[in-house]
């Protein structure tokens, strides 16, 4: 089962020519999740093939590098004929104003725009298979994050243990790993826990956004497969990061290294780096053990499994 994670637009508030404003795509086994969309991003899923069809967008705060192509965005959808409603995701006190940006230009959607607000630590979205919650984050306008957590798998399926248990093979075997008692060829019930291992854990993907680092963030990316984290500026700005309420690459380094994560994507790069954004790579490096990368705008992510080697 698929998560990708494309990274439609890794610059900060200014665009520069080879990074856009804040968008991040997610493809999880065909559904299709925006967060946020800043100015370029429909372009950016022409570019980078990802296509239109979102089924949610989730805004962190509306500040304009995160939200200016909403209004371009619906307009291309419905342009493109689109009927299917779309619904966004946002912080509490900014659905009018969300509201307002999307008819800003004069034009009334060909489809329903649903605008729902979620406070931190609600779910935003409970699918098939896992649930996209927010959690609060520290920036200079009312913000926050999102996780993705996928539910616990079934465990591993013993074949051979069913087949010496007298179990024929065919749908039994799926009901067993479903968690289902079945009967064997001998009469005998065979239960779920004598042939399924225990539970295996889901993914986590998490999305801060703009933020100071703060504990919150640490317990919400516990473990998770994928912490992508605001790393505006490298160490000669930290007063800057702490003036703007951004965070450094070091301190994005040292949220993951303390939550435990996999892997660390470092966004909204700062257009002061557009020469070389590599010190906030090495400083955040020099801070977290795990697999950290700077993805460029395009750069795409499987994320595995936790037990994917095993």
């Known amino acids: 089962?698929?998560?990708?994670?494309?990274?439609?637009?890794?610059?900060?508030?200014?665009?520069?020519?080879?990074?856009?404003?804040?968008a991040l795509f997610v493809n999880r086994e065909g559904d299709r999740l925006l967060f946020d969309c800043g100015e370029g991003t429909q372009r950016g899923m022409m570019r980078y093939g990802t296509g239109f069809g979102i089924d949610?967008?989730?805004?962190?705060?509306?500040?304009?590098?995160?939200v200016l192509g909403i209004p371009g965005l619906v307009q291309t959808l419905g342009f493109n004929d689109r009927a299917e409603p779309l619904t966004?995701?946002?912080?509490?006190?900014?659905?009018?104003?969300?509201?307002?940006?999307?008819?800003?230009?004069?034009?009334?959607?060909?489809?329903?725009?649903?605008?729902?607000?979620?406070a931190p630590g609600?779910?935003?979205?409970?699918?098939?298979?896992?649930?996209?919650?927010?959690?609060?984050?520290t920036h200079?306008?009312?913000?926050?994050?999102?996780?993705?957590?996928?539910?616990?798998?079934?465990?591993?399926?013993?074949?051979?243990?069913?087949?010496?248990?007298?179990?024929?093979?065919?749908?039994?075997?799926?009901?067993?790993h479903a968690g289902e008692p079945v009967e064997a060829e001998d009469g005998t019930v065979v239960e779920p826990e004598q042939v399924v291992?225990?539970?295996?854990?889901?993914?986590?993907?998490?999305?801060?956004?703009?933020?100071?680092?703060r504990q919150r963030t640490v317990e919400v990316a516990e473990n998770a497969d994928l912490l992508v984290h605001?790393?505006?500026?490298?160490?000669?700005?930290?007063?800057?990061?702490r003036d703007t309420?951004?965070?450094?690459?070091?301190?994005?380094?040292?949220?993951?290294?303390?939550?435990?994560?996999?892997?660390?994507?470092?966004?909204?790069?700062?257009?002061?780096?557009?020469?070389?954004?590599?010190p906030i790579l090495r400083e955040a490096r020099a801070a977290f053990d795990g697999e950290c990368l700077l993805p460029d705008d395009g750069t795409l992510v499987d994320v595995p499994f936790p037990d994917a080697e095993e």
């Open 56 to 66: 949610h967008l989730f805004v962190s705060h509306l500040h304009g590098d995160h």
């Open 88 to 118: 966004i995701h946002c912080p509490p006190g900014t659905a009018d104003d969300l509201h307002e940006l999307v008819h800003a230009v004069g034009h009334d959607p060909a489809f329903h725009v649903r605008i729902e607000p979620v």
């Open 245 to 278: 309420a951004h965070s450094t690459g070091r301190e994005a380094g040292e949220i993951a290294a303390r939550a435990d994560a996999k892997r660390l994507a470092l966004v909204h790069v700062s257009s002061r780096y557009a020469g070389d954004a590599s």
């Open 140 to 176: 200079r306008t009312k913000s926050q994050g999102y996780v993705l957590d996928e539910a616990d798998r079934p465990g591993r399926f013993d074949r051979p243990k069913a087949e010496e248990l007298g179990v024929p093979v065919g749908p039994k075997f799926g009901r067993l």
């Open 1 to 22: 089962m698929s998560l990708r994670v494309t990274f439609l637009g890794t610059g900060g508030a200014v665009p520069t020519t080879e990074r856009a404003p804040s």
């Open 197 to 213: 291992g225990p539970a295996r854990p889901g993914r986590k993907l998490v999305y801060t956004a703009d933020t100071r680092p």
């Open 122 to 137: 609600e779910v935003a979205l409970d699918a098939d298979g896992y649930a996209v919650r927010a959690f609060e984050t």
């Open 230 to 241: 605001d790393a505006t500026f490298a160490d000669d700005m930290a007063d800057r990061a």
